[in-house]
């Protein structure tokens, strides 16, 4: 097996393509399922709200039919939270019971939540919304490739292409998305270049065909022409004797 180093070989100066990028976070909560203690003080009402406090804000599932002694399934129970950073955030239920708020979850990513308090035992969906929006103006012949890591320790690699127009807009969105990365490259007919500290470079990993093939071809060429050929036999001349 071949390994390739690391190596960066600049070949010239190139200016990036102005871009921004925008990354919005938010956490979407239904209910997917409500069980009523039918031991709970009855209550002047036909629904009931889940009072939740994601990160620092404090919303509330509203319009959820109270049901005692039943599980109801709610149809339309959700609400979707804004939150910043990478995480992870906290999710408190408050107990009326208690007059409390009650820590459920801590979350890294999309997953359920069992929430139980004096009126109900309820499970919950949370699904964490990533949604990444890209803005590049035209680059002159410079291309963009967008790497996505997921939640699964997976990594996937989109090939944006070279912006044509005046600007280009590309949005990823996604439930599993925790990382990315945006890099910048030219392609040739003959080598491929990245966009790196203000130069274009070219990397042997980018490259195999230069660095291996082409100088293992050599090599091997060389390695040829340099054996000592050996001669053919030579055949042994009969002398005639008269």
Not at 230 to 235: D, G, H, T, Y
Request: hydrophobic letters at 40%; glycine letters at 8%; one cysteine or more.
């Amino acid at each position: 097996m071949i390994y390739l180093a690391n190596i960066k070989i600049p070949i010239a100066y190139v200016e990036k393509p102005h871009y921004t990028v925008d990354l919005y976070r938010g956490l979407n909560v239904s209910v997917e399922r409500i069980a009523y203690n039918i031991a709970y003080p009855w209550i002047n009402s036909s629904t009931v709200s889940i009072k939740l406090l994601v990160g620092e804000a404090r919303v509330s599932i509203d319009n959820i039919p109270f049901s005692p002694g039943r599980e109801i399934r709610p149809v339309g129970a959700y609400v979707v939270v804004n939150v910043s950073g990478q995480g992870p955030w906290n999710i408190y239920v408050y107990d009326d019971h208690l007059g409390r708020d009650l820590l459920v979850g801590v979350i890294y990513r999309s997953t359920d939540l069992v929430v139980q308090t004096g009126m109900y035992t309820a499970l919950l969906s949370v699904a964490l919304l990533t949604d990444l929006s890209i803005k590049i103006s035209q680059g002159e012949g410079i291309g963009a490739k967008l790497l996505l890591r997921y939640d699964n320790r997976s990594e996937e690699t989109i090939d944006l292409g070279i912006c044509g127009g005046d600007t280009c807009i590309y949005r990823i969105q996604r439930t599993d998305l925790v990382g990315y990365e945006l890099s910048f490259y030219r392609r040739s007919w003959l080598v491929y270049a990245r966009v790196t500290d203000g130069l274009l470079a070219i990397y042997p990993w980018d490259n195999p065909y230069i660095f291996i093939t082409i100088p293992i071809a050599i090599i091997i060429a060389m390695i040829y022409l340099l054996q000592p050929r050996s001669r053919p036999p030579q055949k042994k001349r009969r002398v005639r004797k008269y």
